[in-house]
């Protein structure tokens, strides 16, 4: 989907409220690493077990980190709506 597409959905702000000090990551930089980390290490698993019970946790810790991912993520997008709500003029 293009930013285009977005824009025509209204899922974007205009551009004249896009602001460079709003461009920080709510996501917490231990809690990315340990994700990352895990879901490269059960891709690794998942190559390396070869069919055998190793490719079998892998596919276990791959899915745990992405669900982590996307809990994390929704968890960002919560937090960084509060921040707005909190600058946001009464």
Request: charge should be negative; proline fraction near 2%.
């Amino acid at each position: 989907m293009s930013v285009s597409d977005l824009k025509k959905l209204g899922l974007l702000r205009k551009e004249s409220d896009w602001d460079a000090k709003h461009t920080r990551s709510f996501v917490p930089l231990i809690m990315w690493l340990v994700t990352a980390v895990s879901a490269i290490a059960g891709c690794v698993m998942l190559v390396l077990g070869d069919g055998g019970v190793v490719t079998w946790i892998g596919l276990v810790v791959f899915s745990i980190a992405m669900v982590g991912f996307v809990l994390m993520n929704i968890g960002s997008v919560d937090r960084a709506l509060q921040h707005d709500a909190e600058d946001a003029p009464d």
